[in-house]
C-alpha cells in the first residue's frame, strides 16, 4: 500500500483560546488516550482541519471522536463511538473526512443507548449493499426515531442525487447507527446542495424533508479521492418518544409461588402485566446483598455488602432445585404457604429457610456443579468479585462480625493470602464454594427474567446506590477508594428534619481517579449483566457529598465536601462581630434548656452539664458529642424518658452556628446547614442575625457552584463514558443551580416530582413543565404514596386541589379513586421522556384493589435510619393479571397519553 492520506474536517465553531484534538483507537490517535490525542489546526470560522498519512492501514477500522479544550482548560468529549473507517480500495489515495460534533445532551444520543437499541427499537438487520463501480462519496446520518416501514432518502442537485426528485429519491440503508449511501458524483456536479428526508418504504411515498436549511457539500473531486460525511442527525422532531414504566423493589412482588419475599423468578410474572397494561419500564430497588448481620437490619437495600454480589433473599429455591432435586423443597410448602400469607416481610424467617435449604442443595449438587461448563465460564468472569466475597461472607460469619477491623486474621484485605485461604482443599473450602453456588444460581435466574423482558419489549432499570456499607467486601478489599473517619448523608428536608446518616463512608475520588475509576466501571459492566438503564441514587453526590463526622449521630452536623469554606478574614471584611466560642460552641443557658427539656432541665444540668461563666453551661467531656450521648443511652433501659432527653441532647450539641474546619488553626470554618434555625442564632442581636444570613447565602447558594459543577465534570463524563445504559440521575434533595446543566450537558435523565419542586418559589411542580429528558412520577420509595400524601398536611392538600388539580369547592378527606386518576394521568401527559408509577399509585386508581390503609403502602422513612424495608403488595400478580377491566383501562389512558 502506498502513502494514505487522511484529511479530516470538522464543523465546529471556537472561541480564542480554544483547541480541538482527535482521539481514536490508532497509535496516531493515541490510543484512546485523551491526553495523547492528535492535535487539530483553525481552518476557518466554519471548519477545523487535520491531516495525517499512512502507510499501513491498522489491523483493524479506525475508530475516532473530538476532543474539544477550552479557554480555561476544561476538556471535553463528544459522544458516541460509532464513527468508523474502514480500509479503502488499494486505488484510493485519500480519504476527506467531514464530521459534525456530536454534542452529548443531543435527545437523540439517548436513542442509541442499550434500552432502546437492543430492546425498544430493534429494527430487522439489513445487509450492507454491495455496490458496483466507483464510489466517490459516502454519506451517513443518523435518525433514531424512523417507524419500521421508513427510511432516511437523499435528495439534492445533479444526477448523482436525482435533481430532488421526491418520487424516486435516493434511499439510504441501515448500517448499524447511521443510515448509509455511496454514490459517485461527478466532480462537474460539485459543489452540492442537498437534504435529507423521510420516505415510507411500504407506501411508497416521499413523507417529508427534515427541518433545516440546505445542507452543502464543497469539496473537490481529485482522482482517486473518497469523501466520507458524517453528518450528524437527520433534523427531525427528536421529543415525540414516550414511554410509561411501574417501580417496586423486587422483595415487594407477591406470587402464589414465591416464599414469603419477591424472587427474582416472580419478575417474568410483572413484565407479563405491564404488557397487558402497555408500559415500557420495569424499575426495581438494589438486589445486592446486605447480609452483615443476619437480622432485620439487613434488609436496607442501600447498604450493600458488595456492590457486585446478589442478594440470596432473591432466590428461588424450587428453581434452583430442578425437577430432580424437587423432592427436596416439597417439605418446605407449609412454611412456604404461611410466610407468603403474612402481609410483609419476615426478612429474618425468609433468609434463615433459604440459606438452610441451599445449603442442601450444594451438598447434593457440588461435584457435578463444579464441572458444569457454564458455571465454570461464570465464575472465570466474575472470579475478580467472586472470590473475595465468598471469602468475606465466610470471615464474617466465623467472627461474628461484617466489621473485618475485629476479625483475628485477615483484617486486612491480602489478594494472595485470601486466594490461598479459599483454594480448594481447604478446610473450609465447602463454605466458600456454597457461596459461589448461590451467586451462580441467582445470575441465572435474574438474567432468565431480564432476557424475558427483552423478549417482550420490556427494559429493566436497576439502581445503584450512592454509597457503600461501611464495613462491607469492597471496604475490606480497597479501602484506599473511601474515606472511612466520613459518614455519608443528606442535610435536613421535610422528609428528614434532623438530615439523614447513612453511616457509609465517603468517596475518595483523588484515588478513584488514580486508575481511571476502574471500581466504578466494574460496576458499570456487572449492572449491564441484567439492566439496560439504572438510577444514580444521589447523583448530586458526584459534585459534592453531605459529610458528617464520626461523633456525630444526626446527618445536621455534617457539611457538604468539597466546599470552599468560611475564612475568619471574611467576618472583619463585612464587619462581622466574631466569637469563635459563641459561634462554635453550643449556647447553653436556663432559658434555652427549659424550652428543650422542660421539666426535666434539672436531671439534665445534674446528670450531662457543667456549670460555666455568666449562668450558661457547658456539657461534660462525656457527653460533649452526639455519638457519646447515644453510646451512653445504649446501655439504658428504652422508654420514651430517655428517648427524648437523648433526642434534646442531640439538639443541645448540634446548637451552633459554625463547624471548625479542622486543623485550621481557628481561621476555616462551614456553615451548621439550617443556622438561622437554631436556638443560638436567635439569641443573637438583629444586625448580627442579618450580616450572618447574608454570609450563609453567599456560602451555601454562591459560592460554591463553578466549584462543584467542575468536580462533577471531573468525574460524570468518564463513568458515563463507560457504559450504554440508559443512565437516571436522582436530582432531589439540595440542588445546586449547576446540577441541571451539567445533566443536560452529559444527557442524564432528572427526576421530577409533584411535590418536590427544584423551583423554590414553588410549592408544587407540575408535570406539564417537566423537561423532555426526565423522569416524572407522583412519589418514590423515600415517601408516601399519593393516597398517603393526601392524609399529611390538609392544608396544602386543599390548595394543590385546587391550584394544581384545577378543582373546585373543597378537598376530598381521602384521596378517592377519581383523584388518585387524575394525579396519574397529569404524569401521563407529560412532555417528559418517562412516566414512571409506583404499582401502589397505580392500584391507588382503583376502589376494588387498592389497600385498606394507604399508611401501610410506604416503603421507606427516610427519617428513621433503622426502618424496617418490608412492604410487599397485598394481592398476587396472578390476581392482577386476571383483572382485565382495570387491565385495559391502564392500557388505554397510556395509550391515550401517547405513551
Known amino acids: 500500500m502506498s502513502v494514505l492520506k487522511i484529511e479530516f474536517y470538522l464543523r465546529f465553531y471556537t472561541r480564542p483560546g480554544q483547541s480541538l484534538h482527535i482521539t481514536g483507537n490508532t497509535a496516531l490517535f493515541g490510543e484512546d488516550h485523551a491526553e495523547k490525542a492528535f492535535p487539530m489546526q483553525y481552518m476557518n470560522g466554519e471548519f477545523w482541519h487535520a491531516q495525517l498519512e499512512l502507510e499501513k492501514w491498522p489491523d483493524e477500522p479506525i475508530s475516532y471522536r473530538y476532543i474539544l479544550h477550552t479557554e480555561d482548560g476544561k476538556m471535553t468529549e463528544e459522544w458516541g463511538n460509532d464513527r468508523i473507517l474502514e480500509q479503502p480500495d488499494k486505488r484510493t489515495e485519500e480519504i476527506q473526512v467531514v464530521d459534525t460534533w456530536n454534542w452529548t445532551g443531543e435527545y437523540e444520543n439517548v436513542f442509541y443507548t442499550a434500552p432502546f437499541q437492543g430492546v425498544l427499537f430493534r ?167 446486605t447480609t452483615a448481620n443476619h437480622d432485620w437490619q439487613d434488609s436496607y ?55 438452610l435449604a441451599v445449603k442442601e442443595l450444594y451438598e447434593i449438587q457440588k461435584v457435578e456443579f463444579e464441572k458444569d461448563p457454564d458455571y465454570i465460564d461464570f465464575f472465570q468472569k466474575n472470579k475478580h468479585w467472586l472470590v473475595p466475597y465468598a471469602a468475606f461472607c465466610y470471615l464474617r460469619d466465623k467472627n461474628g462480625t461484617p466489621d473485618f477491623s475485629k476479625w483475628k486474621t485477615h483484617s486486612r484485605y491480602d489478594r494472595e493470602a485470601i486466594e490461598q485461604y479459599v483454594a480448594k482443599g481447604s478446610r473450609h473450602y465447602g463454605s466458600i464454594a456454597l457461596q459461589y453456588f448461590i451467586q451462580y444460581h441467582l445470575h441465572l435466574q435474574l438474567r432468565e427474567a431480564a432476557d424475558y423482558a427483552h423478549d417482550n419489549g420490556i427494559i429493566m432499570k436497576g ?165 457519646k450521648v447515644e453510646d451512653y443511652f445504649s446501655r439504658l433501659e428504652i422508654s420514651d424518658f430517655n428517648h427524648g432527653i437523648r433526642d434534646g441532647l442531640y439538639d443541645l450539641i448540634s446548637n451552633v452556628i459554625l463547624m471548625e474546619v479542622e486543623d485550621s488553626g481557628g481561621q476555616q470554618f462551614h456553615f451548621r446547614i439550617a443556622m438561622d434555625q437554631t436556638v443560638s442564632f436567635r439569641y443573637l442581636e438583629w444586625h448580627t442575625q442579618q450580616q450572618l444570613r447574608e454570609l450563609y447565602i453567599n456560602y451555601f447558594f454562591q459560592r460554591q457552584d463553578d466549584y462543584w459543577e467542575n468536580e462533577a465534570m471531573h468525574k460524570l463524563p468518564a463513568l458515563k463514558r463507560a457504559t450504554n445504559m440508559l443512565v437516571f440521575g436522582e436530582d432531589l434533595g439540595m440542588v445546586p443551580r449547576c446540577v441541571p446543566n451539567v445533566m443536560r450537558q452529559l444527557g442524564i435523565l432528572s427526576l421530577e416530582i409533584q411535590r418536590m419542586p427544584k423551583n423554590p418559589s414553588r410549592e408544587f411542580f407540575h408535570p406539564n413543565e417537566a423537561p423532555y429528558l426526565s423522569v416524572v412520577t407522583p412519589s418514590t420509595h423515600d415517601m408516601s404514596t399519593i393516597r398517603g400524601w393526601w392524609e399529611e398536611d390538609r392544608t396544602q392538600i386543599q390548595r394543590f386541589f385546587n ?97
Not at 140 to 147: S, Y
Open 123 to 289: 429494527r430487522k438487520k439489513t445487509r450492507k449493499p454491495r455496490v458496483k463501480g466507483t464510489v466517490t462519496h459516502i454519506f451517513k446520518v443518523k435518525a433514531p426515531l424512523l417507524a419500521e416501514d421508513e427510511a432516511v432518502c437523499l435528495m439534492g442537485g445533479g444526477s448523482a442525487l436525482k435533481d430532488w426528485d421526491s418520487e424516486d429519491p435516493v434511499l439510504m440503508t441501515l448500517e448499524g447507527n447511521w443510515w448509509t449511501i455511496r454514490l459517485n458524483i461527478p466532480k462537474e456536479e460539485l459543489p452540492i446542495t442537498y437534504k435529507y428526508g423521510v420516505y415510507n418504504t411500504k407506501e411508497p411515498q416521499f413523507i417529508r424533508f427534515e427541518e433545516s436549511e440546505n445542507r452543502h457539500l464543497h469539496g473537490d473531486a481529485h482522482q482517486h479521492t473518497l469523501t466520507i460525511l458524517h453528518d450528524g442527525f437527520v433534523h427531525l422532531p427528536n421529543d415525540t418518544w414516550r414511554g410509561a414504566g411501574v417501580a417496586i423493589p423486587v422483595f415487594s412482588l407477591r406470587t402464589r409461588k414465591s416464599m414469603g419475599v419477591g424472587e427474582f423468578t416472580d419478575l417474568p410474572l410483572l413484565i407479563d402485566w405491564a404488557v397487558k397494561c402497555g408500559l415500557k419500564l420495569v424499575q426495581i430497588l438494589p438486589v445486592n446483598d
Open 301 to 355: 437495600p442501600y447498604a450493600a455488602i458488595s456492590a457486585f454480589a446478589l442478594h440470596p433473599l432473591y432466590l428461588n429455591l424450587e428453581k434452583c432445585a430442578g425437577r430432580r432435586l424437587a423432592d427436596l423443597i416439597k417439605p418446605l410448602k407449609r412454611r412456604q404457604k404461611e410466610l407468603n400469607e403474612l402481609p410483609q416481610v419476615d426478612y429474618e424467617a425468609v433468609m434463615k429457610i433459604k440459606l
Open 463 to 627: 439502581d445503584i446506590p450512592i454509597g457503600i456499607y461501611r464495613y462491607s467486601c469492597d471496604a475490606w478489599m480497597e479501602p484506599r477508594l473511601y474515606h472511612m473517619d466520613q459518614q455519608a448523608g443528606a442535610p435536613p428536608d421535610n422528609f428528614a428534619v434532623k438530615g439523614q446518616n447513612w453511616g457509609f463512608p465517603t468517596y475518595h475520588w483523588e484515588e478513584m481517579e488514580k486508575d481511571g475509576f476502574a471500581w466504578w466501571k466494574r460496576r458499570f459492566e456487572q449492572m449491564s449483566n441484567y439492566f439496560d438503564g439504572f438510577r444514580i441514587d444521589h447523583i448530586l453526590g458526584f459534585f459534592r457529598i453531605w459529610s458528617i463526622p464520626m461523633e456525630a449521630v444526626q446527618g445536621i452536623l455534617g457539611h457538604f465536601v468539597p466546599a470552599i469554606p468560611i475564612n475568619r478574614v471574611e467576618f472583619d471584611q463585612r464587619r462581622i462581630w466574631f466569637d469563635h466560642q459563641r459561634y462554635t460552641q453550643p449556647l447553653i443557658n436556663d432559658a434555652v434548656l427549659w424550652e428543650i427539656f422542660g421539666t426535666d432541665s434539672q436531671y439534665v444540668k445534674d446528670t450531662f452539664l457543667k456549670p460555666g461563666a455568666n449562668g450558661f453551661y457547658t456539657l461534660q467531656p462525656s457527653f460533649d458529642t452526639q455519638r
Open 803 to 899: 391550584q394544581e388539580l384545577g378543582q373546585w369547592g373543597e378537598a376530598p378527606y381521602f384521596c378517592e379513586p377519581w383523584v388518585n386518576k387524575a394525579i396519574v394521568l397529569q404524569h401521563l401527559h407529560s412532555p417528559a421522556q418517562w412516566s414512571i408509577f409506583q404499582l401502589q399509585d397505580i392500584l391507588g386508581m382503583s376502589d376494588q384493589f387498592r389497600r385498606e390503609n394507604p399508611h401501610d403502602e410506604r416503603i421507606n422513612v427516610p427519617a428513621n435510619p433503622k426502618h424496617y424495608w418490608r412492604y410487599r403488595m397485598h394481592l398476587t400478580l396472578e390476581e392482577l393479571l386476571k383483572e382485565k377491566a382495570f387491565n385495559e383501562e391502564l392500557k388505554e389512558y397510556v395509550e391515550h397519553s401517547g405513551r
